[in-house]
T-cell receptor, first 115, second 116 residues
Framework: AQSVTQLDSQVPVFEEAPVELRCNYS??????LFWYVQYPNQGLQLLLK??????LVESINGFEAEFNKSQTSFHLRKPSVHISDTAEYFC?????????????FGRGTSLIVHP | DAGVTQSPTHLIKTRGQQVTLRCSPK?????VSWYQQALGQGPQFIFQ???????QRGNFPDRFSGHQFPNYSSELNVNALLLGDSALYLC???????????????FGPGTRLTVT
């Protein structure tokens, strides 16, 4: 079984400041890793994913995340946030192989960007 | 290209009643998964349908059932509603469960169910 821990339930930050949203996971097998974003009253949108290759992955809107296998982490970072980044962010893991393609989600981190 | 659609957007039901939620997958997708997202929580997996059969199931009671139609759309049924069933119900679609493409799920906007 897998588990995901998002260490911060809420992260307040001022506009144009850097931010890091932390995600740690536990799994007895290899996993793929994902970050999803949920804007108010909307469903989840895939922000970025790590399946293989470079451990640093980037999204089109300036977010990046680095897979650290030894620390079992997949922290999300952005060097300069905007008001529009205010949303709920979910980290998720899916076991590789084994026939299950179902992600396990963390409880989410609410990013609140202040002007 | 239409993404995942869900209906209705909001629903209010009374304890003991039954409810049906609907989902149409993204064009080209044939697999549908349902999730329950309680307030302040991450989505919890209910079950997944592929080829009109339930393929995987999470830790939810039999009161939760589903169906997938030949056009890949899906329904989630919940019987004997409890207050604790109040949540956002999310549908996600993906490609059939083989290969790396199967790991990427596209979510709909959800149905907000309130049980009173």
């Amino acid at each position: 079984a897998q588990s995901v821990t998002q260490l911060d339930s809420q992260v307040p930050v001022f506009e144009e400041a850097p931010v890091e949203l932390r995600c740690n996971y536990s799994s007895s097998v290899s996993v793929y890793l994902f970050w999803y974003v949920q804007y108010p009253n909307q469903g989840l949108q895939l922000l970025l994913k790590y399946l293989s290759g470079s451990t640093l992955v980037e999204s089109i809107n300036g977010f990046e995340a680095e897979f650290n296998k030894s620390q079992t982490s997949f922290h999300l970072r952005k060097p300069s946030v905007h008001i529009s980044d205010t949303a709920e962010y979910f980290c998720a893991v899916t076991p590789v192989g084994g026939g299950s393609y179902i992600p396990t989600f963390g409880r989410g981190t609410s990013l609140i960007v202040h002007p | 290209d239409a993404g995942v659609t869900q209906s209705p957007t909001h629903l209010i039901k009374t304890r003991g009643q039954q409810v049906t939620l609907r989902c149409s997958p993204k064009s080209g997708h044939d697999t549908v998964s349902w999730y329950q997202q309680a307030l302040g929580q991450g989505p919890q997996f209910i079950f997944q349908y592929y080829e009109e059969e339930e393929r995987q199931r999470g830790n939810f009671p039999d009161r939760f059932s589903g169906h997938q139609f030949p056009n890949y759309s899906s329904e989630l049924n919940v019987n004997a509603l409890l207050l604790g069933d109040s949540a956002l119900y999310l549908c996600a679609s993906s490609l059939h469960p083989t290969g790396q493409g199967s790991y990427e799920q596209y979510f709909g906007p959800g149905t907000r169910l309130t049980v009173t």
